[in-house]
């Protein structure tokens, strides 16, 4: 008997939904330059907005990439899609901080001098 339930619950709860990796920020990539001589911005801090563990340091080209965060979690159909955070903040010394939207398209992001 007691079996019978746990099976008809476990098929019940998997027609309902089920646990999948649920992205929690965009996957971001792109470039920062400079906003005067156009040159690639080296070792500056790129961070998600409110996602301190999603961020990146530019390369010597001044590209940088961070992944997508993911959590597991239970979805139940029909999933209404929620934004994603896409907002970036670039800091680096020397330089005015910047908060620019970003997303998985290879972007340029300018960054002024103080």
Not at 31 to 52: F, M
Not at 77 to 98: C, F, H, I, N, Q
């Amino acid at each position: 008997m007691i079996v019978k339930a746990v099976l008809l619950l476990t098929v019940a709860a998997s027609l309902c939904g089920c646990v999948l990796p649920i992205p929690a920020t965009l996957h971001c990539r792109g470039y920062v330059l400079d906003a005067k001589t156009r040159k690639p911005v080296v070792g500056a801090h790129v961070t998600i907005q409110n996602h301190p563990n999603a961020t990146a340091m530019t390369a010597s080209d001044g590209y940088f990439d961070i992944p997508a965060e993911t959590h597991w979690g239970f979805i139940m159909p029909p999933a209404e899609p929620v934004g994603l955070p896409d907002t970036v903040v670039v800091t680096k010394a020397e330089y005015r901080s910047k908060t620019a939207h970003s997303s998985y398209e290879k972007h340029e992001i300018l960054l002024e001098r103080q």
